[in-house]
């Protein structure tokens, strides 16, 4: 697992400021396109009651989940709206070519 | 040493409030006074989920004592001074306060002459309440559900959903009456019955007897009832009693200004026990009972108590899970606007209201587990933002609301 870099889609699955689900290896992640056209990956469940944030809207640099509108900075992760107060798990993300990877290991 | 704040209601909201003033810089005393033994916890779970052993807390206590918060739980108000400002218990000495804050909730309305103590006659507000319902059901086991609102659709899915025969009785021809378009609560209704329920409605109960062993119902129609529990879902009265015993305007809850400044100098109130001026609805007094206004005016309350500048523009917004679906309403409807419906491929479905000047009111939406949720919270944007959106994007599943967005 020295090079764990996983394909994820391609570019084009993700709306620009916008999140898809992403399922790898028994754990589920969420996969972030910002507005400036940049990817980003962070765990898939918010850290409030386990809510797939996949559903949530993306506004510029914050997801907010669907269900109790906590909300994340989803490039670093940090919690910033109640009643989230425990931060995201973030993962490095790659772009080749037109597909998007991330490294989860 | 100043007096400080305190805050009398030991749930979200108060404890939201105690937690943001330490936030903005508040550094004299808060004291937080609650009636139960639990630091405030979430309400929302208890009908929702399947039983837990402990509530879910705002914070761990010792949070509280990290920020100086004095928790004071299984402690009874029982006068407030609000000349001398001072707060009276039922055991101990008075403490004054420089400013107070009212988060005293609601108490759900019992049947007339059940003993609060009943065991299988039970409401659904508190911990113990769930806890006690929760007992009581089972795959054996029969339930009776009086009231067919939010509460009682939840604990029907719930009870179902460990085994539990239910039937829902409700006086109105229908359920759901408050809150939600007809169409929502049909399909509401269409799915409990897919599981099993069974619903009464136009009845009328004659009397509810309660033995060791079972409840009895008499209806009016000459039919006895029988089952294992009861439990009691006909809405919530404010607690204001201690408002209007130290003189405090009451409409419908304890009365606040936007600043939610109650009648009396340096008292406030917020949350389930008071009504407002909504900021979004151009002033119509409105009282709401919901998690997230809990929050929002817990918030607000704090920035108010230290005066700062600020208006509480959120939209009324409340969720209810009922098996896989879920169900939410962002906005106020009063019933007389025009209706746009978004129908999504999966048979999920958003109802839009307008006002005769083409602002969106309001948006109710159902659906498998968070399918809306992302939609919803647009259209509650804007409602905020008082859009005007065109009937033929709201109605087209594939038209981004985020498109119409102002930004």
Redesign the interface.
Known sequence: MADSWIEVCAKDAIDE?DVIRFDYGGKTYAIYRSPEDTFHATDGLCTHEK??LA???VMDDTI?C??H?GRFDYKTGEAVG??VCINLKTYPVKVEGEAVFIKVA | MNAGIVIIGAGECGARAAFVLREYGYEEPITLIGSEAHPPYERPPLSKSQGASAPVVVAPRDKYASERIDLRTSCTVTRIDPDLQLVHFAEGDPIKYDKLLLTTGATPRMLRGISPASKRILPMRTFEHALGIKCLLGPTRRTIIVGGGFIGLEVGAMARAAGTEVVILETQSRVLTRGVPQTIADTLVERHRQEGVRFECGIQIEAVRETDDAVEVELADGRTLTADSLVVGIGVVPNTQLAEAAGLVIDNGIAVNELLETSAANIYAAGDCCSFPSAIYDGRRVRLESWRNTQDQGIHAAKMLLGKPDTLASVPWMWSDQYDLTLQVAGLADGSERSVVRNYEDGSRIIFHLGADGRLLAASGIGVGNSIARDMKLSEMLIAARAEPDPDHLSDPSFKLKSILPR
């Open positions: 400021e809510i797939h559903d949530g809207l907010e669907p269900k509108n109640a009643p």
